[in-house]
């Protein structure tokens, strides 16, 4: 028998019991009982998040929330300042920063280096594949005084950019991630900062599939060993310092069903190079094999239709604008339902992209699977003076 279950409102009972008759429920199937989540394997980590990208969940997590040293994982920060300023103009791949002696001096850190130097200018362009590929200290500190003038104005801009975004366990004190006091994120924070330049610059994000650079004869491998052992790893960023251990952020994307799938794992904390790459090579492979992603609704397709009052059309559709898309134990997207919470009546104007409520798609046991705002699809306008009045009317006498 199909699993109903009505559409809520937001207001009184008398509003909610009315609601029910309006109600318009989007139900995929039914199923005899909730899926168990799948355990997540043992990993040798301090900390780890596993995301998928895709539908926004938090599949897997350990400490996620913990503060930890960064190590270079701190250079995806600066990469994506670096690749902001490269969006908004202020600099371009073909110019070429001078080398200072501070950059120079990185050498003396005994951290990764491009190995540049104060009579060399090198190219934008060059100086990002030294800093994400070679991880070079010295190329994030060259492109952070070309952004910024000095690298500390720059990491003030990354400590801006970490408090928009949320950051709660995130501070930085320096561009290439060498252990300092009060210089800390955490795997949920760094999973946050990876994704964002994923989503914000697909350009940029390319940098991180490439296995090898070469600059100035000098030619490094790139030291995550994933993108050598699976294809449809395409970065992203190694770190280690003795306090935090070998650390790795991973991100893969494959073609499903449901449209492209990207995961995002986060690695801290683990005791070798092999033990990173194999750690994160365990939580990927589980992410693709446990779980399935499973497409509800398409960009720009209703979830539900409902009446409108004092507008110029009687209804109108409520929905998620650029689709939803949910992960789910394998097995359980036929056991899947949404429902919507709105506010009732719905009174014009409406513009498009107003969030009216919430859609939850839960099992069928009731396990809520997500939440996501209930958007307009569709501006409504005012409608005249005689329609507003009628529906006033018909309001009242509800």
């Given at each position: ?5 009505p559409?809520a409102s937001?207001?009184s ?11 318009v ?24 998040l596993?995301?998928?990208?895709s ?5 897997a ?9 960064p ?6 920060m600066t ?5 902001q300023?490269?969006k908004?103009?202020?600099?371009t791949?073909e110019q070429t920063?001078p080398?200072?002696?501070r950059a ?5 850190g ?18 990002l594949?030294?800093?994400?590929v ?5 190329a994030s500190v060259a ?5 910024a ?15 928009a975004w949320g ?10 991630g060498?252990t300092?006091p ?19 610059f697909p350009d940029g994000?390319?940098?991180y599939s490439?296995r090898?650079y070469a600059?100035n ?11 050598g052992?699976?294809?449809?790893v ?5 770190g280690?310092?003795?306090?935090a ?5 991973a991100?893969?994307?494959r073609?499903?069903p ?12 683990t005791d070798?190079?092999?033990?990173r ?6 939580l990927?492979n589980w992410g693709?094999?446990?779980w399935d ?9 209703a979830a ?13 559709g ?30 014009a104007?409406?513009?498009s992209g107003q ?5 939850r798609?839960h099992?069928?046991g009731?396990?809520?699977?997500r939440?996501?705002?209930?958007e ?11 329609g ?10 509800r």
């Open positions: 028998m199909p699993l109903i279950l559409t937001i207001g009972r008398a509003r909610r019991a009315a609601a029910l008759a309006l109600s429920l989007v139900v995929l199937a039914a199923a005899p009982a909730a899926a168990e989540l799948p355990q997540p394997p043992t990993l040798a980590a301090r900390q780890y596993l995301v998928d990208l539908s926004d969940q938090v599949l997590e350990r400490d996620a929330d913990a503060r930890a040293d190590a270079s994982l701190t250079k995806i990469a994506y300042l670096v690749l300023a490269l908004d103009g202020k600099l791949l920063l080398v200072s002696e120079w001096n990185e050498r003396k005994g951290g990764s280096m491009m190995f540049i130097d104060p009579r060399m200018k090198p190219k934008v362009d060059e100086l594949r030294g800093m994400i070679q991880s070079g200290n010295d492109l952070a005084e070309g952004v003038g000095s690298v500390e104005t720059f990491v003030e801009a990354m400590n801006r950019q970490a408090q950051l709660k366990n995130t501070q930085f004190r320096n561009v290439t060498l300092e009060g210089h800390y994120s955490s795997a949920r924070d760094v999973a946050t900062i990876a994704a964002r330049l994923i989503r914000d994000y390319r940098y490439l090898e600059f004869g000098i030619r490094q491998d790139n030291r995550n060993m994933l993108l052992r699976d294809p449809t395409d970065g992203m960023k190694t280690y310092t003795e306090a251990g070998y650390c790795l952020v991100s893969a994307r073609d499903t449901a449209g492209e799938r990207r995961l995002l794992s986060v690695v801290l904390g070798s190079r092999g033990a790459a194999s750690e994160s090579e365990k990927l693709w094999q446990a992603m499973v497409r509800l609704l398409e960009p720009g397709k539900t239709t409902v009446p409108v009052w004092k507008g110029r059309l009687d209804q109108v409520l929905g998620v604008p650029g689709g939803l898309t949910v992960t789910v134990p394998r097995g359980a997207g036929a056991w899947l339902a949404t429902s919507a919470e709105r506010t009732d009546p719905l009174v104007p409406l513009e969030v009216v409520g919430t859609l798609v099992t069928a009731g396990d809520e699977v939440r996501v705002p209930l307009v699809l569709e501006p409504v306008p005012l409608a005249g003076v005689f507003r009045a009628w529906d006033a009317l018909r309001l009242w006498i």
